[in-house]
Protein backbone atom coordinates (compact mmCIF):
# COMPACT_ATOMS: atom_id res chain seq x y z
CA UNK A 1 0.00 0.00 0.00
CA UNK A 2 2.49 2.59 0.72
CA UNK A 3 4.56 1.58 -2.41
CA UNK A 4 1.60 2.45 -4.29
CA UNK A 5 0.71 5.77 -2.75
CA UNK A 6 4.35 6.45 -3.20
CA UNK A 7 4.71 5.84 -6.66
CA UNK A 8 0.77 8.13 -7.13
CA UNK A 9 3.12 10.65 -4.88
CA UNK A 10 5.61 10.45 -7.45
CA UNK A 11 3.59 10.67 -10.55
CA UNK A 12 1.43 13.66 -8.96
CA UNK A 13 4.94 15.16 -8.29
CA UNK A 14 6.19 14.80 -11.88
CA UNK A 15 2.60 16.47 -13.44
CA UNK A 16 3.06 19.56 -10.92
CA UNK A 17 6.57 20.09 -11.85
CA UNK A 18 5.70 20.06 -15.64
CA UNK A 19 3.12 22.17 -15.15
CA UNK A 20 5.54 24.40 -13.37
CA UNK A 21 7.77 24.49 -16.16
CA UNK A 22 4.92 25.33 -18.95
CA UNK A 23 4.20 28.23 -16.74
CA UNK A 24 7.66 29.56 -16.79
CA UNK A 25 8.55 28.79 -20.16
CA UNK A 26 5.04 30.42 -21.29
CA UNK A 27 6.20 34.06 -19.72
CA UNK A 28 2.02 35.55 -21.07
CA UNK A 29 0.90 36.21 -17.60
CA UNK A 30 2.39 38.61 -14.91
CA UNK A 31 1.11 36.60 -12.36
CA UNK A 32 2.98 33.52 -13.97
CA UNK A 33 6.20 33.22 -11.49
CA UNK A 34 4.44 32.75 -8.20
CA UNK A 35 2.06 30.58 -9.93
CA UNK A 36 4.98 28.53 -11.33
CA UNK A 37 6.50 28.78 -7.80
CA UNK A 38 2.98 27.40 -6.23
CA UNK A 39 3.23 24.42 -8.64
CA UNK A 40 6.83 23.64 -7.61
CA UNK A 41 5.89 24.22 -4.43
CA UNK A 42 3.18 21.38 -4.61
CA UNK A 43 5.28 18.71 -6.96
CA UNK A 44 8.29 18.94 -4.22
CA UNK A 45 5.53 18.23 -1.53
CA UNK A 46 4.46 15.24 -3.53
CA UNK A 47 8.11 13.83 -4.38
CA UNK A 48 9.16 14.32 -0.91
CA UNK A 49 6.08 12.65 0.41
CA UNK A 50 6.57 9.77 -2.20
CA UNK A 51 10.34 9.44 -0.72
CA UNK A 52 9.00 9.49 2.94
CA UNK A 53 6.91 6.35 2.53
CA UNK A 54 9.65 4.40 0.40
CA UNK A 55 12.71 4.46 2.89
CA UNK A 56 12.75 1.76 5.54
CA UNK A 57 14.91 3.51 8.23
CA UNK A 58 13.30 6.02 11.07
CA UNK A 59 15.76 8.44 10.96
CA UNK A 60 15.52 8.85 6.72
CA UNK A 61 11.88 8.83 7.08
CA UNK A 62 11.80 11.56 9.25
CA UNK A 63 14.35 13.72 7.61
CA UNK A 64 12.33 13.67 4.09
CA UNK A 65 9.12 14.57 6.35
CA UNK A 66 10.72 17.47 7.09
CA UNK A 67 12.48 18.01 4.16
CA UNK A 68 8.29 17.69 2.87
CA UNK A 69 8.13 21.20 4.53
CA UNK A 70 10.79 22.92 2.07
CA UNK A 71 7.36 23.07 -0.26
CA UNK A 72 4.50 23.18 2.41
CA UNK A 73 5.52 25.97 3.55
CA UNK A 74 6.03 28.02 0.26
CA UNK A 75 2.25 27.13 -0.77
CA UNK A 76 0.37 29.64 1.23
CA UNK A 77 2.52 32.61 0.29
CA UNK A 78 3.00 31.81 -3.41
CA UNK A 79 -0.95 31.65 -3.73
CA UNK A 80 -1.31 34.65 -2.01
CA UNK A 81 1.03 36.34 -4.44
CA UNK A 82 -0.16 35.15 -7.53
CA UNK A 83 -4.04 36.34 -6.54
CA UNK A 84 -2.51 39.50 -5.81
CA UNK A 85 -1.13 39.76 -8.87
CA UNK A 86 -3.80 38.23 -11.01
CA UNK A 87 -6.67 40.56 -9.35
CA UNK A 88 -4.91 43.62 -10.06
CA UNK A 89 -3.42 44.38 -6.69
CA UNK A 90 0.53 44.71 -8.12
CA UNK A 91 0.86 47.70 -5.47
CA UNK A 92 0.51 45.34 -2.71
CA UNK A 93 3.29 43.16 -3.88
CA UNK A 94 6.56 44.80 -2.65
CA UNK A 95 9.76 43.64 -1.39
CA UNK A 96 8.51 44.50 2.04
CA UNK A 97 5.58 42.48 1.50
CA UNK A 98 7.80 39.23 0.03
CA UNK A 99 10.19 39.73 2.93
CA UNK A 100 7.27 39.24 5.36
CA UNK A 101 5.37 36.41 3.93
CA UNK A 102 9.07 34.69 3.66
CA UNK A 103 9.83 35.00 7.84
CA UNK A 104 6.90 32.37 8.84
CA UNK A 105 8.40 29.65 5.86
CA UNK A 106 11.75 30.29 7.32
CA UNK A 107 11.03 30.43 11.17
CA UNK A 108 9.39 26.71 10.01
CA UNK A 109 12.30 25.39 8.55
CA UNK A 110 14.51 26.54 10.99
CA UNK A 111 12.44 24.99 14.08
CA UNK A 112 12.34 21.41 12.06
CA UNK A 113 16.56 22.10 11.40
CA UNK A 114 17.01 22.59 15.45
CA UNK A 115 16.79 19.91 17.61
CA UNK A 116 15.96 21.99 20.63
CA UNK A 117 12.39 22.32 18.58
CA UNK A 118 12.00 20.11 16.39
CA UNK A 119 9.67 17.69 17.99
CA UNK A 120 7.87 20.83 19.30
CA UNK A 121 6.52 20.93 15.53
CA UNK A 122 6.44 16.83 14.97
CA UNK A 123 7.32 13.91 15.16
CA UNK A 124 7.41 9.93 14.94
CA UNK A 125 5.70 8.49 18.05
CA UNK A 126 8.01 5.46 18.63
CA UNK A 127 4.69 3.61 18.13
CA UNK A 128 4.65 3.83 14.47
CA UNK A 129 8.39 3.31 13.48
CA UNK A 130 7.22 -0.14 11.91
CA UNK A 131 4.41 1.17 10.59
CA UNK A 132 3.89 0.91 6.62
CA UNK A 133 1.86 4.19 6.92
CA UNK A 134 2.85 6.01 10.09
CA UNK A 135 0.85 8.85 11.56
CA UNK A 136 2.93 11.61 12.42
CA UNK A 137 2.44 13.21 16.11
CA UNK A 138 2.41 17.16 15.75
CA UNK A 139 3.13 19.45 18.59
CA UNK A 140 1.95 23.30 19.54
CA UNK A 141 5.05 25.11 16.50
CA UNK A 142 2.54 23.10 13.98
CA UNK A 143 -0.64 24.50 14.65
CA UNK A 144 0.40 28.31 14.73
CA UNK A 145 1.62 27.19 11.29
CA UNK A 146 -1.41 25.66 10.36
CA UNK A 147 -3.39 28.65 11.89
CA UNK A 148 -1.27 31.47 9.48
CA UNK A 149 -1.41 28.96 6.93
CA UNK A 150 -4.55 28.21 6.78
CA UNK A 151 -5.41 32.11 7.51
CA UNK A 152 -2.97 33.16 4.25
CA UNK A 153 -5.45 30.48 1.89
CA UNK A 154 -8.11 31.67 2.98
CA UNK A 155 -7.23 35.88 2.66
CA UNK A 156 -5.59 34.61 -0.91
CA UNK A 157 -9.08 32.57 -1.83
CA UNK A 158 -11.94 35.05 -1.00
CA UNK A 159 -9.82 37.81 -2.45
CA UNK A 160 -9.24 35.41 -5.49
CA UNK A 161 -13.20 34.85 -5.91
CA UNK A 162 -13.93 37.83 -5.20
CA UNK A 163 -12.06 39.39 -7.93
CA UNK A 164 -13.37 37.17 -10.65
CA UNK A 165 -17.42 37.74 -9.43
CA UNK A 166 -16.85 41.47 -9.74
CA UNK A 167 -15.08 41.34 -13.22
CA UNK A 168 -17.72 39.76 -14.76
CA UNK A 169 -20.94 37.74 -14.63
CA UNK A 170 -18.94 35.22 -17.24
CA UNK A 171 -16.69 34.07 -14.17
CA UNK A 172 -19.46 32.69 -12.53
CA UNK A 173 -19.10 29.50 -13.76
CA UNK A 174 -15.48 29.56 -13.69
CA UNK A 175 -15.27 30.88 -10.06
CA UNK A 176 -17.62 27.67 -8.64
CA UNK A 177 -14.98 25.54 -10.23
CA UNK A 178 -11.92 27.27 -9.13
CA UNK A 179 -13.06 27.37 -5.80
CA UNK A 180 -13.42 23.61 -5.71
CA UNK A 181 -10.34 23.56 -6.86
CA UNK A 182 -8.54 26.13 -4.69
CA UNK A 183 -10.75 24.31 -1.33
CA UNK A 184 -10.21 20.68 -1.92
CA UNK A 185 -6.57 20.90 -1.17
CA UNK A 186 -6.65 22.70 1.83
CA UNK A 187 -9.61 21.00 2.93
CA UNK A 188 -8.05 17.29 2.57
CA UNK A 189 -5.06 18.80 4.33
CA UNK A 190 -7.04 20.40 7.17
CA UNK A 191 -8.70 16.61 7.54
CA UNK A 192 -5.38 15.13 7.35
CA UNK A 193 -4.05 17.26 10.38
CA UNK A 194 -6.85 16.76 12.78
CA UNK A 195 -6.93 13.10 12.04
CA UNK A 196 -10.49 12.78 10.93
CA UNK A 197 -11.07 9.05 10.31
CA UNK A 198 -8.87 7.61 6.87
CA UNK A 199 -8.11 11.22 5.90
CA UNK A 200 -5.77 10.47 8.96
CA UNK A 201 -3.30 8.10 7.23
CA UNK A 202 -2.73 9.32 3.70
CA UNK A 203 -2.41 13.42 3.33
CA UNK A 204 -4.25 13.44 0.45
CA UNK A 205 -2.96 17.16 -0.65
CA UNK A 206 -0.68 16.89 -3.31
CA UNK A 207 -3.25 14.57 -5.19
CA UNK A 208 -5.92 17.42 -5.18
CA UNK A 209 -3.10 20.06 -5.86
CA UNK A 210 -2.74 18.29 -9.11
CA UNK A 211 -6.18 19.33 -10.24
CA UNK A 212 -5.71 22.97 -9.08
CA UNK A 213 -2.71 23.30 -11.03
CA UNK A 214 -4.18 22.06 -13.98
CA UNK A 215 -7.09 24.47 -13.84
CA UNK A 216 -5.00 27.34 -12.94
CA UNK A 217 -3.21 26.86 -15.85
CA UNK A 218 -5.53 25.88 -18.54
CA UNK A 219 -8.34 28.23 -17.22
CA UNK A 220 -6.64 31.11 -15.92
CA UNK A 221 -3.32 31.43 -17.81
CA UNK A 222 -4.40 29.65 -21.54
CA UNK A 223 -8.11 30.94 -21.06
CA UNK A 224 -9.30 27.49 -21.66
CA UNK A 225 -12.30 27.75 -19.33
CA UNK A 226 -12.67 31.88 -19.10
CA UNK A 227 -16.14 32.96 -20.76
CA UNK A 228 -14.98 35.95 -21.30
CA UNK A 229 -14.04 36.05 -24.81
CA UNK A 230 -17.52 34.91 -25.31
CA UNK A 231 -18.77 37.75 -23.74
CA UNK A 232 -17.19 40.31 -25.28
CA UNK A 233 -17.35 38.78 -28.69
CA UNK A 234 -21.37 38.87 -27.55
CA UNK A 235 -20.71 42.34 -26.39
CA UNK A 236 -19.05 42.98 -30.55
CA UNK A 237 -22.06 41.69 -32.43
CA UNK A 238 -24.48 42.83 -30.09
CA UNK A 239 -23.41 46.17 -30.62
CA UNK A 240 -22.54 46.27 -34.61
CA UNK A 241 -24.82 48.94 -36.74
CA UNK A 242 -24.36 45.84 -39.37
CA UNK A 243 -26.48 42.24 -39.30
CA UNK A 244 -24.80 39.41 -38.89
CA UNK A 245 -25.71 36.04 -39.59
CA UNK A 246 -23.63 32.87 -39.27
CA UNK A 247 -24.59 30.05 -41.64
CA UNK A 248 -23.15 26.42 -41.18
CA UNK A 249 -22.53 24.17 -44.14
CA UNK A 250 -26.29 22.85 -45.03
CA UNK A 251 -26.87 26.70 -45.27
CA UNK A 252 -28.70 27.05 -42.13
CA UNK A 253 -28.90 30.26 -39.73
CA UNK A 254 -27.11 29.32 -36.54
CA UNK A 255 -26.71 32.72 -35.07
CA UNK A 256 -28.13 36.18 -35.82
CA UNK A 257 -26.59 39.33 -33.76
CA UNK A 258 -29.67 42.09 -33.08
CA UNK A 259 -28.33 44.12 -35.67
CA UNK A 260 -29.58 41.05 -38.35
CA UNK A 261 -32.97 40.68 -36.68
CA UNK A 262 -33.75 44.02 -36.65
CA UNK A 263 -33.12 44.15 -40.68
CA UNK A 264 -34.96 41.14 -41.09
CA UNK A 265 -38.33 41.51 -39.05
CA UNK A 266 -37.67 38.96 -36.71
CA UNK A 267 -38.13 38.72 -33.17
CA UNK A 268 -35.84 35.90 -32.16
CA UNK A 269 -32.30 34.30 -33.75
CA UNK A 270 -34.07 32.09 -36.61
CA UNK A 271 -32.09 28.99 -35.85
CA UNK A 272 -32.37 26.27 -37.89
CA UNK A 273 -33.89 28.37 -40.91
CA UNK A 274 -32.75 28.40 -44.32
CA UNK A 275 -30.58 31.45 -45.09
CA UNK A 276 -32.37 31.14 -49.26
CA UNK A 277 -35.72 31.47 -47.13
CA UNK A 278 -34.14 34.73 -44.90
CA UNK A 279 -32.88 36.37 -48.08
CA UNK A 280 -34.45 35.68 -51.68
CA UNK A 281 -31.88 36.45 -54.49
CA UNK A 282 -28.55 35.22 -52.84
CA UNK A 283 -25.83 35.14 -53.73
CA UNK A 284 -26.54 38.63 -55.14
CA UNK A 285 -24.31 41.20 -53.64
CA UNK A 286 -27.54 43.38 -52.87
CA UNK A 287 -30.96 41.67 -51.83
CA UNK A 288 -34.49 43.44 -51.86
CA UNK A 289 -36.89 42.78 -48.81
CA UNK A 290 -40.53 44.07 -48.33
CA UNK A 291 -40.42 46.99 -45.02
CA UNK A 292 -43.15 47.35 -42.62
CA UNK A 293 -44.43 50.70 -44.46
CA UNK A 294 -44.98 48.48 -47.42
CA UNK A 295 -41.88 49.91 -49.35
CA UNK A 296 -38.44 48.10 -50.21
CA UNK A 297 -35.49 47.48 -48.05
CA UNK A 298 -32.39 47.29 -49.39
CA UNK A 299 -29.50 45.34 -48.13
CA UNK A 300 -26.00 44.83 -49.22
CA UNK A 301 -24.57 41.26 -48.43
CA UNK A 302 -20.77 40.37 -47.81
CA UNK A 303 -19.96 36.84 -47.66
CA UNK A 304 -17.04 35.75 -45.25
CA UNK A 305 -16.66 31.68 -45.16
CA UNK A 306 -15.60 29.78 -42.57
CA UNK A 307 -13.02 27.22 -42.30
CA UNK A 308 -12.14 24.35 -40.28
CA UNK A 309 -8.24 23.85 -39.20
CA UNK A 310 -8.08 21.44 -42.50
CA UNK A 311 -8.95 24.31 -44.82
CA UNK A 312 -12.53 22.47 -45.40
CA UNK A 313 -15.58 24.73 -45.49
CA UNK A 314 -17.77 24.72 -41.94
CA UNK A 315 -20.10 27.34 -43.00
CA UNK A 316 -20.23 31.09 -43.52
CA UNK A 317 -20.62 34.49 -42.08
CA UNK A 318 -22.98 37.14 -43.74
CA UNK A 319 -22.90 40.77 -43.11
CA UNK A 320 -25.56 42.61 -43.47
CA UNK A 321 -25.88 46.55 -44.00
CA UNK A 322 -28.87 48.13 -44.78
CA UNK A 323 -28.20 50.67 -47.70
CA UNK A 324 -31.76 51.43 -48.43
CA UNK A 325 -31.24 55.06 -47.31
CA UNK A 326 -27.96 54.99 -49.18
CA UNK A 327 -29.63 53.75 -52.70
CA UNK A 328 -32.23 56.60 -52.48
CA UNK A 329 -29.66 59.56 -51.44
CA UNK A 330 -27.65 57.85 -54.58
CA UNK A 331 -30.82 57.72 -57.22
CA UNK A 332 -32.15 61.82 -55.68
CA UNK A 333 -28.26 62.77 -56.53
CA UNK A 334 -28.66 61.26 -59.82
CA UNK A 335 -32.16 62.79 -60.76
CA UNK A 336 -30.14 65.70 -59.75
CA UNK A 337 -27.61 65.46 -61.73
CA UNK A 338 -29.82 64.40 -64.86
CA UNK A 339 -31.94 67.31 -64.34
CA UNK A 340 -28.56 69.38 -64.30
CA UNK A 341 -27.53 67.69 -67.44
CA UNK A 342 -30.47 68.32 -69.01
CA UNK A 343 -30.84 72.03 -67.80
CA UNK A 344 -27.01 72.55 -69.00
CA UNK A 345 -27.79 70.81 -72.25
CA UNK A 346 -30.91 73.22 -72.60
CA UNK A 347 -28.80 76.01 -71.29
CA UNK A 348 -26.00 75.58 -74.16
CA UNK A 349 -28.36 74.78 -77.12
CA UNK A 350 -29.75 78.66 -76.69
CA UNK A 351 -26.58 79.73 -75.85
CA UNK A 352 -25.32 78.01 -78.65
CA UNK A 353 -24.39 81.27 -81.69
CA UNK A 354 -26.99 80.74 -83.98
CA UNK A 355 -26.49 81.30 -87.85
CA UNK A 356 -24.65 84.71 -88.64
CA UNK A 357 -27.07 86.51 -90.58
CA UNK A 358 -26.45 88.27 -94.52
CA UNK A 359 -24.87 91.30 -94.27
CA UNK A 360 -25.25 94.06 -97.62
CA UNK A 361 -21.38 94.02 -98.54
CA UNK A 362 -20.22 92.30 -95.87
CA UNK A 363 -19.38 88.42 -95.34
CA UNK A 364 -19.49 87.48 -91.65
CA UNK A 365 -17.89 84.33 -90.74
CA UNK A 366 -17.29 83.18 -87.33
CA UNK A 367 -15.45 80.42 -84.65
CA UNK A 368 -16.62 79.20 -81.45
CA UNK A 369 -14.78 76.94 -79.06
CA UNK A 370 -15.80 76.46 -75.52
CA UNK A 371 -13.27 75.09 -72.92
CA UNK A 372 -13.78 71.61 -72.48
CA UNK A 373 -16.52 71.33 -75.22
CA UNK A 374 -19.17 72.85 -72.41
CA UNK A 375 -21.05 75.81 -72.24
CA UNK A 376 -18.67 78.77 -72.15
CA UNK A 377 -18.46 82.59 -71.60
CA UNK A 378 -17.34 83.62 -74.70
CA UNK A 379 -20.00 84.72 -77.12
CA UNK A 380 -20.89 86.52 -80.22
CA UNK A 381 -23.80 88.21 -82.41
CA UNK A 382 -24.57 89.83 -85.18
CA UNK A 383 -28.31 91.22 -85.87
CA UNK A 384 -29.36 94.68 -87.82
CA UNK A 385 -30.31 97.48 -85.70
CA UNK A 386 -33.57 98.51 -87.94
CA UNK A 387 -32.46 101.50 -89.72
CA UNK A 388 -29.62 100.16 -91.89
CA UNK A 389 -27.53 99.60 -89.79
CA UNK A 390 -25.57 96.04 -88.23
CA UNK A 391 -24.36 95.55 -84.69
CA UNK A 392 -21.53 93.02 -84.44
CA UNK A 393 -20.86 91.75 -80.43
CA UNK A 394 -17.87 89.80 -79.25
CA UNK A 395 -17.76 89.16 -76.28
CA UNK A 396 -15.76 87.01 -72.76
CA UNK A 397 -17.29 87.29 -69.40
CA UNK A 398 -15.21 85.83 -66.76
CA UNK A 399 -14.49 82.54 -65.86
CA UNK A 400 -16.57 79.29 -67.27
CA UNK A 401 -19.18 76.72 -67.04
CA UNK A 402 -22.82 77.04 -66.26
CA UNK A 403 -21.67 80.34 -64.22
CA UNK A 404 -20.36 82.09 -67.08
CA UNK A 405 -22.70 81.31 -69.12
CA UNK A 406 -25.84 82.50 -67.24
CA UNK A 407 -23.69 86.10 -66.97
CA UNK A 408 -23.20 85.39 -70.93
CA UNK A 409 -27.31 85.58 -71.65
CA UNK A 410 -27.81 87.96 -69.93
CA UNK A 411 -25.20 89.91 -71.86
CA UNK A 412 -26.54 88.66 -75.16
CA UNK A 413 -30.06 89.20 -74.38
CA UNK A 414 -29.21 93.23 -72.72
CA UNK A 415 -27.23 93.94 -75.78
CA UNK A 416 -30.07 92.96 -78.17
CA UNK A 417 -32.37 94.70 -75.81
CA UNK A 418 -30.68 98.07 -75.98
CA UNK A 419 -28.81 98.28 -79.31
CA UNK A 420 -31.57 99.91 -81.34
CA UNK A 421 -31.97 103.22 -79.16
CA UNK A 422 -28.13 103.37 -78.12
CA UNK A 423 -26.18 106.29 -78.85
CA UNK A 424 -23.26 104.92 -81.03
CA UNK A 425 -21.31 101.37 -80.05
CA UNK A 426 -19.78 103.43 -76.98
CA UNK A 427 -23.19 105.03 -75.81
CA UNK A 428 -24.66 100.91 -76.23
CA UNK A 429 -21.77 99.60 -73.64
CA UNK A 430 -22.07 102.28 -71.27
CA UNK A 431 -25.81 101.77 -71.17
CA UNK A 432 -25.05 97.91 -71.11
CA UNK A 433 -23.12 98.40 -67.61
CA UNK A 434 -25.75 100.50 -66.23
CA UNK A 435 -28.56 98.18 -67.24
CA UNK A 436 -26.33 94.90 -65.65
CA UNK A 437 -25.06 96.64 -62.77
CA UNK A 438 -28.72 98.09 -61.45
CA UNK A 439 -29.64 101.03 -60.64
CA UNK A 440 -27.07 101.65 -57.96
CA UNK A 441 -24.24 100.65 -59.70
CA UNK A 442 -21.67 97.63 -59.26
CA UNK A 443 -21.10 98.91 -56.03
CA UNK A 444 -23.95 97.64 -54.76
CA UNK A 445 -24.66 94.46 -55.89
CA UNK A 446 -24.88 91.40 -53.72
CA UNK A 447 -21.21 89.74 -53.35
CA UNK A 448 -22.94 86.69 -55.01
CA UNK A 449 -23.98 88.49 -58.16
CA UNK A 450 -20.78 90.12 -58.91
CA UNK A 451 -19.36 89.51 -62.69
CA UNK A 452 -17.22 91.48 -65.66
CA UNK A 453 -16.96 90.98 -69.01
CA UNK A 454 -14.88 92.65 -72.06
CA UNK A 455 -16.67 93.11 -75.19
CA UNK A 456 -15.72 94.42 -78.76
CA UNK A 457 -18.68 96.04 -80.33
CA UNK A 458 -19.07 97.58 -83.98
CA UNK A 459 -21.55 99.14 -85.77
CA UNK A 460 -21.71 98.70 -89.16
CA UNK A 461 -23.01 101.05 -92.08
CA UNK A 462 -23.04 99.61 -95.27
CA UNK A 463 -22.77 101.61 -98.21
CA UNK A 464 -21.65 101.76 -102.06
CA UNK A 465 -18.07 101.02 -102.04
CA UNK A 466 -17.51 99.38 -98.41
CA UNK A 467 -18.39 99.46 -95.26
CA UNK A 468 -17.94 102.34 -92.14
CA UNK A 469 -17.48 100.38 -88.94
CA UNK A 470 -17.91 102.20 -85.51
CA UNK A 471 -15.77 100.36 -82.85
CA UNK A 472 -15.99 100.51 -79.25
CA UNK A 473 -14.21 98.43 -76.66
CA UNK A 474 -14.55 97.52 -72.79
CA UNK A 475 -11.25 95.70 -71.52
CA UNK A 476 -11.51 93.86 -74.66
CA UNK A 477 -7.91 92.47 -77.05
CA UNK A 478 -7.87 95.66 -79.84
CA UNK A 479 -9.45 93.85 -82.96
CA UNK A 480 -6.69 93.37 -86.43
CA UNK A 481 -7.66 94.98 -89.26
CA UNK A 482 -6.72 93.18 -92.28
CA UNK A 483 -6.02 95.47 -95.38
CA UNK A 484 -6.60 93.73 -99.10
CA UNK A 485 -2.89 93.93 -99.65
CA UNK A 486 -1.86 92.13 -96.58
CA UNK A 487 -1.42 95.01 -93.69
CA UNK A 488 -2.29 94.27 -90.34
CA UNK A 489 -3.64 96.90 -87.96
CA UNK A 490 -5.00 97.04 -84.62
CA UNK A 491 -8.13 98.93 -84.33
CA UNK A 492 -9.77 100.98 -81.34
CA UNK A 493 -8.62 101.74 -77.54
CA UNK A 494 -8.63 98.79 -75.11
CA UNK A 495 -11.14 100.63 -72.55
CA UNK A 496 -12.25 99.34 -69.18
CA UNK A 497 -14.20 95.83 -68.90
CA UNK A 498 -17.93 95.92 -68.17
CA UNK A 499 -18.79 95.32 -64.42
CA UNK A 500 -15.83 96.63 -62.95
CA UNK A 501 -16.60 100.78 -62.23
CA UNK A 502 -19.77 102.50 -62.90
CA UNK A 503 -18.94 104.43 -65.65
CA UNK A 504 -16.38 102.76 -68.06
CA UNK A 505 -13.56 104.36 -70.14
CA UNK A 506 -15.29 103.70 -73.56
CA UNK A 507 -13.27 105.34 -76.80
CA UNK A 508 -15.03 104.91 -80.22
CA UNK A 509 -13.18 104.74 -83.08
CA UNK A 510 -14.06 104.61 -86.59
CA UNK A 511 -12.42 102.75 -89.70
CA UNK A 512 -13.35 102.26 -93.49
CA UNK A 513 -13.78 99.24 -95.18
CA UNK A 514 -13.07 98.42 -98.49
CA UNK A 515 -13.53 95.57 -100.42
CA UNK A 516 -11.16 92.67 -99.70
CA UNK A 517 -10.75 94.49 -95.75
CA UNK A 518 -11.26 91.86 -92.81
CA UNK A 519 -12.31 92.82 -89.65
CA UNK A 520 -10.88 90.36 -87.18
CA UNK A 521 -12.83 90.30 -83.66
CA UNK A 522 -11.45 87.80 -81.12
CA UNK A 523 -11.57 86.99 -77.52
CA UNK A 524 -8.34 86.17 -75.53
CA UNK A 525 -8.25 82.38 -75.95
CA UNK A 526 -6.42 83.58 -79.39
CA UNK A 527 -3.59 85.61 -77.98
CA UNK A 528 -2.96 84.06 -74.70
CA UNK A 529 -2.59 80.57 -75.56
CA UNK A 530 0.63 79.37 -73.96
CA UNK A 531 2.91 76.87 -75.23
CA UNK A 532 4.73 74.38 -72.84
CA UNK A 533 6.99 77.38 -71.61
CA UNK A 534 4.74 79.49 -70.90
CA UNK A 535 5.37 82.23 -73.75
CA UNK A 536 1.78 83.34 -74.87
CA UNK A 537 0.84 83.11 -78.92
CA UNK A 538 0.72 87.14 -79.17
CA UNK A 539 -0.55 89.53 -81.18
CA UNK A 540 2.03 89.60 -83.69
CA UNK A 541 2.06 85.58 -84.16
CA UNK A 542 -1.88 86.25 -84.91
CA UNK A 543 -1.38 89.31 -87.24
CA UNK A 544 0.97 87.28 -89.36
CA UNK A 545 -1.02 84.18 -89.42
CA UNK A 546 -3.94 87.26 -90.85
CA UNK A 547 -1.20 88.52 -93.22
CA UNK A 548 -0.19 85.48 -94.49
CA UNK A 549 -3.97 84.13 -95.61
CA UNK A 550 -6.05 85.03 -98.32
CA UNK A 551 -8.95 85.78 -97.38
CA UNK A 552 -10.57 87.15 -100.62
CA UNK A 553 -10.38 84.01 -102.36
CA UNK A 554 -13.63 81.89 -102.25
CA UNK A 555 -13.97 80.15 -99.17
CA UNK A 556 -10.70 81.90 -97.67
CA UNK A 557 -12.91 83.50 -94.57
CA UNK A 558 -13.32 79.82 -93.43
CA UNK A 559 -9.79 79.06 -94.28
CA UNK A 560 -8.66 81.74 -92.07
CA UNK A 561 -10.49 80.61 -89.35
CA UNK A 562 -8.81 77.09 -89.55
CA UNK A 563 -5.46 78.77 -89.39
CA UNK A 564 -6.53 80.84 -86.30
CA UNK A 565 -7.46 77.89 -84.70
CA UNK A 566 -4.83 75.50 -86.03
CA UNK A 567 -2.32 78.32 -84.62
CA UNK A 568 -3.54 78.20 -81.31
CA UNK A 569 -3.78 74.28 -80.98
CA UNK A 570 0.18 73.82 -82.47
CA UNK A 571 1.04 76.71 -80.09
CA UNK A 572 -1.11 75.26 -76.93
CA UNK A 573 -0.51 71.47 -77.92
CA UNK A 574 -3.43 70.28 -77.93
CA UNK A 575 -6.70 72.00 -77.25
CA UNK A 576 -7.00 75.43 -75.87
CA UNK A 577 -7.81 75.61 -72.27
CA UNK A 578 -9.78 78.65 -72.70
CA UNK A 579 -12.85 79.68 -74.40
CA UNK A 580 -11.87 80.43 -78.36
CA UNK A 581 -14.51 83.10 -80.30
CA UNK A 582 -13.24 84.59 -83.51
CA UNK A 583 -15.56 86.79 -85.28
CA UNK A 584 -14.30 87.95 -88.67
CA UNK A 585 -16.18 90.52 -90.67
CA UNK A 586 -14.74 91.11 -94.42
CA UNK A 587 -15.60 94.01 -96.91
CA UNK A 588 -17.00 91.88 -100.16
CA UNK A 589 -17.17 92.83 -103.67
CA UNK A 590 -17.92 88.91 -104.79
CA UNK A 591 -19.78 86.55 -103.55
CA UNK A 592 -18.12 83.34 -101.45
Request: charged share 20%.
Amino acid sequence: MAQLLAGALVVAGVFLAGLALSVARSRQARAGRPLALLLLAAAWWGLAGAIELSVVDPVERVLWGDLKYVGIVLVPPAWLVFVLLFTGRRALVTPRTLLLLAVEPALVLLALAWPPTHNLFRYLPPSQLDEALPVVSVGPLFWVHAVYAYLVVLVATVTFLRGLVRASRAYRGLSVVLALAAVLPWTANLLFNLGVGPFALVDLTPFLFVLTGAVLVQGLLHGRLMTLARVARDVVLDGLADGILVVDALGRVVEANPAARRQLGLARTPVGVGVADLLPGLPAEEVQLPAADGGTRTLEVRDQPLLDRSGVGAGQVLVLRDITERRAAEEQVAGLLRERTRVASALQSALRPAPLPVVPGMLATALYRPAGGGVGGDFYEVFPLGDGRWCAVLGDVAGKGAEAAAVTARVRFTVRALAPGAAGPHGLLRALNTALAGAGGPGERDEDDEWFCTLALVVLHPRPGGVRAEVALAGHPQPLLRRADGRVEPVGEPGTALGVVTEPEVVPTTVELFPGDALCLFTDGLVEARDAAGEELGVERVADVLAAADVVAPGGAQGVLALLEGSVRAWHGGAPGDDLAVLLLRASAVRD
